[in-house]
């Protein structure tokens, strides 16, 4: 694990693991949110170098600001998503920009396929609760339905966790 840290916690506003966008008709195949650690690619494999040389496994990344919900891995290569991971994160929505938000947004729906190292996608307004223990980090992804008006109703989406001996996201 390194160290006598339980875990270590990266916590930052824009999403770190790569993540690619289907183009609609007429775009590019795939396209990039340079608004995130995407655009800086040579940052982000100095920040996953630091890891693997370190020999953690026990690192989390908790991101906000990208006005959706997501959960996944930072693989070891942008080329291959698929390849051995280096650390989990976890993505919050936003508690109410952009309107109420839906489970899948319209027009996301080969986005999931494009991102085989990600377990969640969800664009509903909410919050993450991570319950941090030693032997599990516990994530539960709360939503509501709509912020629109008063009284929308709070629900949990999902319940994740992670071990701090790999990196990598499970249904709890």
């Known amino acids: 694990m390194g160290g006598n840290a339980g875990w270590n916690l990266l916590a930052q506003q824009v999403m770190m693991m790569p993540f690619r966008y289907p183009a609609a008709t007429g775009g590019p195949a795939l396209y990039t949110n340079n608004d995130s650690w995407s655009g800086y690619p040579q940052a982000r494999q100095r920040v ?64 999931p396929a494009a991102n085989p190292h990600t377990a969640l996608h969800n664009s509903r307004r909410g919050y993450q609760l991570f319950d941090i223990r030693e032997t599990e980090w516990h994530t539960e992804v709360m939503t509501v339905d709509r912020v629109s008006v008063q009284d929308g109703r709070l629900s949990r989406i999902a319940s994740l966790a992670t071990l701090p001996q790999k990196p990598g996201v499970e249904r709890a």
């Not at 997501?70 to 291959?80: E, K, L, N, Q, R």
């Not at 998503?81 to 938000?101: F, H, K, N, R, W």
């Open 48 to 111: 996953r170098d630091m890891i693997q040389e370190r020999r953690l496994t026990n690192v989390v990344v908790a991101t906000g600001d990208v006005h959706k919900h997501h959960a996944g891995v930072i693989p070891s290569s942008d080329a291959d998503l698929l390849s051995e991971p280096v650390a989990t994160e976890y993505v919050a929505s936003s508690i109410s920009s952009d309107g109420d938000g839906s489970n899948m947004p319209p027009g996301w729906e080969d986005v």
